[in-house]
């Protein structure tokens, strides 16, 4: 749980996945302790935090991780492989990395270009009250239709080789790029997964709904 506004995370979700293992980063930490969940890891500068909610956090939580403030490294950065190198995970789903500081945004979106998370792509989502994000390195997909989400996007966060995309409203052939491009308001085909394909690259695929 990141620290992004509580306005954007889908306390519903929060909910029924409650008894999971949860790190708190930053002001997320705190969000987690006021629905009286125990995150089993806590990390960050804790910069954004007043007195009492540090003492809230070092009363509850037996593994602090502190990081300066003045680093080469995110809070959210240092969650994630928090989680995999020592937690573990198979599978990261982020919420409170989305709306805010748009910096931040940009770096959590970013953050999976990292040559440290190769290995991890397809094992992080990050989730909103209206998105969905997922990370693809090259190769070929099948998407299943979900209903709920009523837009589809595919943005390369890195330059993209033949990315194609099939069974969605608007399709396209062998596009290539050197930089960063979003194809976005696509959509799914009722009751029809989308197939995509690449050849090099890394693509976030975005789930929406109004």
Same mark, same amino acid.
């Given at each position: 749980?990141? +620290?992004?506004?509580?306005?954007? &995370?889908? %306390?519903?979700?929060? !909910?029924?996945?409650?008894?999971?293992?949860?790190?708190?980063? @930053?002001?997320?930490?705190?969000?987690?302790?006021?629905?009286?969940?125990?995150?089993?890891?806590?990390?960050?500068?804790?910069?954004?935090?007043?007195?009492?909610?540090?003492?809230?956090?070092?009363?509850?939580?037996?593994?602090?991780?502190?990081?300066?403030?003045?680093?080469?490294?995110?809070?959210?950065?240092?969650?994630?492989?928090?989680?995999?190198?020592?937690?573990?995970?198979?599978?990261?789903?982020?919420? +409170?990395?989305?709306?805010?500081? &748009?910096? %931040?945004?940009?770096? !959590?979106?970013?953050?999976?270009?990292?040559?440290?998370?190769? @290995?991890?792509?397809?094992?992080?989502?990050?989730?909103?009250?209206?998105?969905?994000?997922?990370?693809?390195?090259?190769?070929?997909?099948?998407?299943?239709?979900?209903?709920?989400?009523?837009?589809?996007?595919?943005?390369?966060?890195?330059?993209?080789?033949?990315?194609?995309?099939?069974?969605?409203?608007?399709?396209?052939?062998?596009?290539?790029?050197?930089?960063?491009?979003?194809?976005?308001?696509?959509?799914?085909?009722?009751?029809?997964?989308?197939?995509?394909?690449?050849?090099?690259?890394?693509?976030?695929?975005?789930?929406?709904?109004?």
């Amino acid at each position: 749980m990141l +620290g992004g506004p509580t306005s954007l &995370i889908p %306390h519903d979700d929060i !909910n029924q996945h409650r008894h999971e293992t949860w790190i708190g980063v @930053d002001h997320g930490t705190v969000y987690l302790l006021d629905q009286d969940i125990i995150p089993v890891i806590a990390v960050g500068d804790y910069d954004s935090l007043v007195a009492a909610e540090r003492q809230q956090i070092e009363k509850q939580i037996k593994d602090i991780r502190y990081a300066q403030a003045e680093k080469d490294f995110t809070d959210s950065q240092m969650a994630a492989l928090t989680a995999f190198a020592d937690l573990k995970a198979t599978q990261v789903n982020i919420f +409170g990395a989305t709306g805010g500081r &748009i910096d %931040h945004e940009l770096v !959590n979106l970013f953050m999976m270009t990292d040559p440290r998370f190769q @290995d991890w792509l397809q094992q992080v989502t990050i989730i909103d009250c209206f998105n969905q994000i997922t990370f693809y390195p090259s190769g070929n997909y099948q998407l299943p239709y979900q209903a709920g989400y009523q837009y589809l996007a595919f943005a390369n966060l890195t330059p993209v080789k033949n990315l194609t995309l099939r069974q969605v409203k608007y399709e396209l052939t062998d596009f290539s790029a050197d930089n960063p491009v979003s194809w976005s308001s696509n959509e799914f085909l009722k009751d029809q997964p989308a197939r995509f394909n690449f050849t090099a690259g890394i693509v976030a695929v975005i789930l929406s709904h109004d």
